[in-house]
């Protein structure tokens, strides 16, 4: 099964309350509204596209060593994974299919990183729970996301439907801002270039770890 297709099953199991979510249709309606608006502001327009130059950062892993993606670039492409936190679902199962597509990025002599706001601690438990062998860094308010165009703040309705769930993001991310990346996904190449860029508004519909390969196999024929 594709990795959409295990989202799609997912999203209409929760959306028709089914067990264990048994979620009230006010909350769905309330978060089609954010994903709806969120689309319609036309934030999408503002990330970074296929052939801009990628941003050098350095953030922190789950074991607090600082990864640099210049070094991670002296030894090859880069993938990278912007994704919202431990708490998202949608989130965990890409994650989970990175992660098997791990050995095909490898093959072609490319590194992976995800990249989220949340706190070394919840990154460890993403990590833990996904079974991941690849790094998690965290990215303190989003500052890494907004270089690539993701950064966003929830509008003041979802802040109060969160905070009524218990989703917390404050104390998941240590930071008060109640901001969040847009999910999204890049190839690097080595001169820094992004070789694929594919961001969506809306956190259900995310890329096949698969539509990155012909990004990575150009990247390898350049380097020969």
């Not at 998202?88 to 994650?95: D, G, K, R, S, T």
Request: with cysteine.
């Amino acid at each position: 099964m594709s990795l959409q297709a295990e989202l799609d099953a997912f999203k209409a199991d929760f959306e028709a309350g089914k067990a264990p979510y048994s979620v009230p249709r006010s909350v769905i309606e309330t978060m089609h509204r954010a994903t709806t608006e969120l689309i319609a502001s036309g934030a999408v327009q503002g990330t970074l596209k296929a052939g801009d130059k990628a941003p050098v950062f350095t953030l922190n892993d789950s074991d607090g060593k600082a990864v640099s993606s210049a070094e991670l670039l002296a030894r090859g492409p880069l993938v990278l994974s912007f994704y919202r936190g431990v708490w998202c679902p949608y989130c965990n199962m890409e994650l989970q299919a990175l992660q098997s597509a791990l050995p095909a990025f490898e093959k072609l002599g490319a590194r992976l990183v995800a990249i989220s706001p949340q706190t070394a601690a919840n990154s460890r438990k993403s990590v833990r729970q996904n079974e991941l062998t690849f790094p998690i860094l965290s990215d303190p308010h989003n500052d890494v996301a907004a270089a690539f165009g993701l950064r966003f703040s929830l509008p003041d309705y979802l802040v109060a439907l969160y905070k009524e769930l218990k989703n917390d993001l404050p104390s998941f991310n240590g930071d008060p801002s109640w901001t969040l990346p847009m999910p999204a996904r890049f190839v690097i190449g080595r001169d820094g270039i992004l070789l694929y860029a594919e961001v969506n508004p809306d956190y259900t519909l995310r890329p096949e770890p698969d539509d990155m390969l012909p990004a990575l196999r150009r990247a390898a024929v350049a380097a020969c």
